[in-house]
């Protein structure tokens, strides 16, 4: 077979179309909302967040109300709960957040195990973009819409209460809301991803796009080029592997994203590993000669 | 004409802490007022009180006339936040930065009109960091860095200025242009608190001092207030002297 081909044929099937599509449209809004993320530090509760919406998705299913419904019930009980704990006991933050989005998910884990259900709920757990039905593209799409017009659109405020939230506040904007709406569109943008990668993974494509952007600019329009760029070219080379190599498709998506960001943190010019050792060793020759001049 | 900064009996406290007590202070309209005091004496409390970062258990503050919430509203107040609170790394460059002191009177997506170019185009030539602008914030020295938050603050329009530790990792020359350029905004009517712990520059900046240990212990000139009977009090060294007599 030609390389063309190769390509080419995964094409002939509506499941592969769909599943292409699908994770496309995660990978740039995730790409997206990550540059964010890893500015503010949000990491851990990027984590936090995606799993915590698990029993609130299994909840919108028995209930037969949109998944997104769900995620953002779940997404927002899960920051106030994180916030109570950490306010109202010794415990720092970390501990708070470990606590809370664990027992969340735990609960998801049971509420599944108890939901008597034709199709393997499980499915959200581990995801299955290759058997994305073409409703839950259609859901897909819209709530990808959404985030992505929303983090668009208010790009300027965010950068801004990502960078400095006292200054935010002191000309009159609330920092609290900026980053409410930042936590609700994680919690949307988690059920677009989860169709990929599903709830436990979805929080690599929430990180590793935007630290990969990172270390390759230092200019924040461009990182949220590079970003969603090099999640979605790297997710369907992982959604084409895994159908040449017939494995894990979500767990594929991942392990490309981190190749992409080992290459990057090596290689980097200005900010990978052996681009400043480089640097640093070319000033010190410079150093050496000039004191020997 | 009404203070600039009117704070009446200010009590700040965290839980069981009492950050201030029953802090009255008044600065009038272009001065410069140096906030000095030891790590921990509430010059940041006060800080958060004047932006509303902090809510008062009692007592009133008022910016340029205005209750706190007002004042934000009318982006009256700017701040230059001390370096430790910044990320240095962050992907914005100094235009970037000085822009968003525009913010509050742009439309909702922020995007810059010509007005809003031309305003922040001048905060930089009023700074001399023109030639800087495209920089990533972090590739400035740290006088630059000062300068590009003050920037910041003359494009927003602010009539009150609060500065955090502005010369903690400035070197001498650079802090002579900052002491310059803030004389200058206080010369067009603009108020500026600077908060330090340190002194030196105190006597070219400031028109006023304020002693600060939890309570106001003075407010004066700076002359005065640098002397050592005053300067022991407010560094707890009187406490010691005590302790050592007895």
């Known amino acids: 077979m030609s390389p063309v081909d190769l390509l080419l044929e995964p094409l002939s099937y509506d499941f592969m179309v769909r599943a292409l599509i699908t994770t496309t449209l995660a990978a740039v809004v995730c790409g997206l909302l990550s540059c964010w993320l890893v500015l503010i530090g949000w990491s851990l509760m990027g984590d936090a967040v995606s799993h915590a919406v698990l029993p609130g998705v299994v909840l919108a299913y028995v209930l037969g109300a949109p998944f997104a419904l769900g995620a953002l019930a779940f997404g927002v009980l899960a920051v106030a709960l ?65 985030a992505m017009a929303v983090l668009l659109a208010k790009r300027r405020d965010l950068v801004l209460f990502a960078f400095d939230p006292v200054h935010a506040h002191a000309i009159g904007l609330s920092p609290r809301r900026l980053g409410a709406l930042l936590l609700g569109l994680l919690a949307l943008t988690t059920v677009v991803a989860l169709q990929v990668v599903g709830v436990i993974l979805v929080v690599a494509m929430l990180i590793i796009p935007g630290a990969t952007a990172f270390l390759l600019t230092d200019r924040f329009g461009r990182m949220l080029v590079v970003a969603p760029v090099v999640a979605a070219a790297a997710s369907v080379t992982g959604i084409y592997l895994s159908y040449w190599f017939d494995a894990a498709s979500g767990g594929l998506v991942v392990l490309v994203q981190g190749a992409v960001f080992a290459v990057v943190y090596l290689a980097s010019p200005r900010h990978g590993l052996l681009g400043r050792q480089l640097t640093a060793r070319r000033r010190r020759r410079q150093l050496s000669r000039s004191a020997a001049a | 004409m009404s203070a600039a900064i009117a704070v009446d009996d200010l009590t700040v406290r965290y839980g069981e802490v009492v950050a201030l007590e029953e802090v009255r202070l008044r600065v009038e ?45 009318r982006a009256l107040l700017g701040y230059v936040p001390q370096s430790e609170a910044v990320d240095w790394q962050f992907p914005v460059s100094v235009r970037d930065v000085v822009t968003m002191g525009r913010y509050a009177g742009m439309g909702p997506t922020r995007r810059p009109r010509a007005a809003d170019r031309a305003a922040v185009d001048d905060a930089l030539d009023r700074v001399e960091l ?80 304020v002693l600060l240990r939890r309570r106001v212990l003075f407010h004066g000139p700076v002359g005065r207030a640098l002397e050592p009977s005053h300067l022991a009090r407010a560094f707890g060294l009187d406490v010691l002297d005590r302790e050592a007599a007895g």
């Open chain 1, 82 to 146: 994180i916030g109570a704990v950490r306010d109202t006991s010794r415990l720092k933050e970390d501990a708070a957040i470990g606590i809370v989005f664990t027992t969340l998910f735990a609960l998801g884990l049971v509420l599944i195990s108890v939901t008597p259900s034709q199709t393997d709920l499980n499915h959200i757990i581990f995801g299955n973009v290759l058997g994305v039905s073409t409703t839950e593209l259609l859901q897909v799409t819209g709530l990808a819409a959404v």
């Open chain 2, 29 to 73: 309209p272009g001065r410069v007022c140096g906030l000095v005091g030891m790590n921990g004496s509430g010059k940041s409390t006060l800080f958060k009180a004047l932006t509303g970062m902090v809510r008062p258990e009692r007592g009133t503050v008022r910016v340029a006339g205005l209750d706190p919430a007002r004042a934000r509203r």
């Open chain 2, 130 to 209: 023109t030639e800087l602008a495209g920089r990533q914030i972090g590739q400035l020295s740290g006088g630059q860095r000062k300068r590009a938050f003050v920037a910041r603050g003359i494009a927003q329009g602010a009539r009150v200025l609060l500065l955090d530790e502005p010369f903690a990792g400035v070197d001498k020359r650079s802090e002579a242009t900052i002491v310059r350029l803030l004389r200058g905004l206080a010369d067009d009517g603009c108020t500026v608190l600077v908060s330090s712990h340190d002194l030196h520059a105190l006597p070219r900046l400031a028109d006023e001092a």
